[in-house]
C-alpha cells in the first residue's frame, strides 16, 4: 500500500474509491458530485466489470478496468494504492450526496480523531438506514431471523459524536494512516462483513469508529443478498467467517472515546 502524506494543497486533501458494477447513469452521477467538491484531490473509479461511461475530463479522475471481477475488499485496497491523500472514502455507486457530505464527515473525523467516521444514511424515501450498528454476535443474529432485531443504533439513541460498532460501507472516511496500518479490508471476505470486520480490528487496536449526524447520504440499496442465491452464500459465508473470528474476543466498542493527544 501507499504510504498516505500530506497534500501539496491542504484543501483538496480526499481520495475517493468507487467501484461500478454496471452502475451507468447513477456513477455518472456521483463522479460529477464528488468532483465538485474542492476537498477531492483523487477519484478512483474501479470498473469491475465491462461498461461504457460517460465521464468528465478531469486530472483527479484515474479508472481502472479490472480483467476479471474483484471483491469489495480487493477493489478498495487496490485503489488504495493510488491514495497520496490523509483521508481515504469508500464510497458505493448507489449512493447520492448532500451538501457538504466531505466536509462534516471530515469534520467529526478531526474533531474527535477516529479512525473512521461514517455519515447518516437515508433511504429514497427519507428514511434513516441501518447504517450504524453494534457489533453481530449469534445470539443477536438469531432475534433478528425471529424479526427483532437489536443491533441498529438510530440518530436519537445518544447525544452525538456517537462512537457505533461499525459503521456500513457504503460511505466510510478513513484517516489514511490507520488504514494503512491494519492494511485496509481483509480481501478473504470477498463481499458482505468487511464494513464489520474493519471496524472490529479498529476497535482492537483502541482506534474509534464515530458517526457524523451531519453527514448525509442517500442510498438507492439494491439488497442484493436478499434476493440472490451467490449473494446469499457470500453473505452467509462471510459472516461465519466473522463469528469464528471474534467469537471468544469481541471488540468492545468505546461510547465515549478520547483520543490520545
Known amino acids: 500500500m501507499s504510504n498516505p502524506s500530506e497534500p501539496n494543497d491542504p484543501v483538496a486533501s ?16 456521483l463522479v460529477k458530485q464528488v468532483l465538485a467538491d474542492p476537498l477531492i484531490s483523487r477519484l478512483v473509479l474501479t470498473l469491475n466489470t465491462e461498461e461504457m461511461l460517460n465521464l468528465p475530463q478531469d486530472d483527479r479522475l484515474l479508472l481502472l478496468q479490472n480483467a476479471t471481477p474483484k471483491g469489495f475488499g480487493t477493489n478498495h485496497n487496490q485503489a488504495f494504492t493510488h491514495c497520496e491523500t490523509p483521508y481515504f472514502c469508500v464510497l458505493n ?43 453481530p454476535t449469534i445470539f443477536s443474529l438469531v432475534l433478528k431471523a425471529l424479526g427483532h432485531d437489536m443491533t441498529i443504533m438510530k440518530q436519537a439513541d445518544k447525544e452525538f ?19 494503512q496500518a491494519i492494511n485496509g479490508f481483509d480481501e478473504s471476505l470477498f463481499l458482505y462483513y468487511e464494513d464489520v470486520d474493519i471496524c472490529a ?7 474509534a469508529v464515530v458517526a457524523s449526524s451531519k453527514a448525509v447520504v442517500v442510498h438507492n440499496a439494491q439488497r442484493a443478498s436478499r ?28 461510547r465515549h472515546f478520547v483520543a490520545d493527544q
Open 201 to 207: 480490528r479498529l476497535w482492537l487496536k483502541n482506534l
Open 161 to 179: 459524536p456517537l462512537f457505533p460498532d461499525w459503521i456500513a460501507g457504503m460511505c466510510m472516511l478513513f484517516d489514511s494512516k490507520h488504514y
Open 227 to 254: 434476493r440472490e442465491w451467490q449473494h446469499m452464500k457470500w453473505h452467509a459465508r462471510s459472516m461465519a467467517k466473522y463469528l469464528r473470528r471474534y467469537s471468544l474476543r469481541m471488540p468492545k466498542a468505546n
Open 93 to 135: 455507486p448507489d449512493i447520492v450526496l448532500r451538501d457538504d457530505t466531505f466536509t462534516h464527515l471530515l469534520g467529526c473525523l478531526n474533531e474527535t480523531r477516529a479512525a473512521v467516521a461514517g455519515p447518516l444514511v437515508l433511504s429514497p424515501l427519507g428514511e434513516q438506514e441501518d447504517s450504524w450498528r453494534r457489533f
Open 14 to 29: 480526499i481520495t475517493v474509491s468507487i467501484v461500478s458494477h454496471k452502475h451507468g447513469q447513477q456513477v455518472e452521477m
